[in-house]
């Protein structure tokens, strides 16, 4: 049997026999020797052949899949084409699966026991993925009450020096309670990493919320900013790109010194220092 999920479901019942008689024309039987020969039938569970239905015993709900014979007629006639088949007979009308779903319960894996470090030059572009980001158990209802967490096992990646792909193992912890399941044993890491070389930018201060009925003088009125652009950026990576900025607030406050951030820079750039992180200034009346 194909075509149904045999972690979320367990087998009650299956029949796996059936008798069919088979009357052949000429001497094909006796050629080809299938006396007794055994016919192997492949069913599709999603198949429209199969009949649906579900029903509740000693307080659990149990799917049934059934598959009519008559229905299978052409497929038994494929099955021993070549061999002649003049008129075909089953010994039952029915075939029956019966299957009960496990309970369930779904679990964000810990990534902790995960590192990894970067070749000189190189770094992340964009934000390590997880794939699948939860798995789903299936078991008993006592057995998952006991699985609180999963982990991956250690793992240490070093010298990266480009984008990969890294298949993380989990701990086998549900291994411990019998008839217990797992959706996916492995999760896949994808790291985006390109090379970064430095770059140095000369910045003007722009001062936020600034009184415009005042004369506001910075000192110094442009900050150079070093940062790490990836290589294949640097020719869309430009000055007017970053906004440097103080607040004027701090002025109202009485600070004699301005503080700077960068509220503005292209995506993926690293900041890695100022020539200065704060100014002066004056006010001319």
Known sequence: MKGYDTDRYAVLSADT????????????????????????????MHSELVHKYSR???????????????????????????????????????????????????????IDSLSFSFA??????????????????????EALAQINELNVKPLNITGIDGSR????????????????????????????????????????VIVEGADTTVNLRIYPDHVNVRVWVAQKDIPSVSADRFL????YRDILNGSQRLKLRLARFPEGVRIRSFSSDEVQYVIIK
């Open 165 to 204: 792909r890294y298949r993380l193992v989990l701990e086998p912890v549900w291994k411990e309670f019998g008839d217990v399941y797992v959706s996916s044993e492995y999760l896949t890491l994808t790291l985006p990493v390109e090379r970064f070389v430095e770059r140095e930018y000369s910045l003007p």
């Open 56 to 110: 509740w015993r000693d307080g659990r709900q149990e799917l049934c899949r059934t598959v009519a014979v008559d229905d299978l007629d052409e497929m038994l006639r494929e099955q021993l084409d070549g061999y002649g088949i003049r008129n075909l007979n089953s010994s039952r009308d029915s075939l029956q699966l019966l299957l009960v779903e496990r309970s369930h319960k779904v679990l964000r894996p810990s």
């Open 17 to 44: 026999a059936l008798a069919i008689s088979v009357e052949f024309s000429g001497f094909n039987a006796f050629w080809l020797g299938v006396r007794n020969k055994e016919v192997k039938l492949s069913l599709d």
């Open 244 to 247: 440097l900025v103080a607040n």
């Open 120 to 141: 000189d030059g190189y770094g992340l572009y964009g934000e390590p993925t997880v794939s699948p980001r939860e798995v789903t158990l299936y078991g008993t209802e």
